[in-house]
Nanobody
Framework: QVHLVESGGGLVQPGGSLRLSCAAS????????MGWYRQAPGKERELVAT???????NYANSVKGRFTISRDNAKNTVSLQMNSLKPEDTAVYYC?????WGKGTLVTVSS
């Protein structure tokens, strides 16, 4: 079993930055696929950014140029640097590694 723990969420003003981190523990090898998803109130969960161990990344159009996903394969961690945050980025952000999910961390963008 793999246990994922996210950190780094919080309240930030529009235009600000936050960095989310996610660490895996347990039987955490072969975690090729890593990603971040988010779910805003009243909306479905959506993909934000993904990364494979081969270096391929993918971003939602709404975050391209503002968010950057990075990973440390040796440490089984994945991070999401979020810049130029907008109120519409407000959501619970979930880390995913392979088929495992974290419990989420809340990001609120508000003045």
């Amino acid at each position: 079993q793999v246990h994922l723990v996210e950190s780094g969420g919080g309240l930030v003003q529009p235009g600000g930055s936050l960095r989310l981190s996610c660490a895996a523990s347990g039987n955490s090898f072969n975690l090729n696929f890593m990603g971040w998803y988010r779910q805003a109130p009243g909306k479905e969960r959506e993909l934000v950014a993904t990364s494979t161990s081969g270096g391929a990344t993918n971003y939602a159009n709404s975050v391209k140029g503002r968010f950057t996903i990075s990973r440390d394969n040796a440490k089984n961690t994945v991070s999401l640097q979020m810049n130029s945050l907008k109120p519409e980025d407000t959501a619970v952000y979930y880390c995913r590694m392979s088929n495992y999910w974290g419990k989420g961390t809340l990001v609120t963008v508000s003045s």
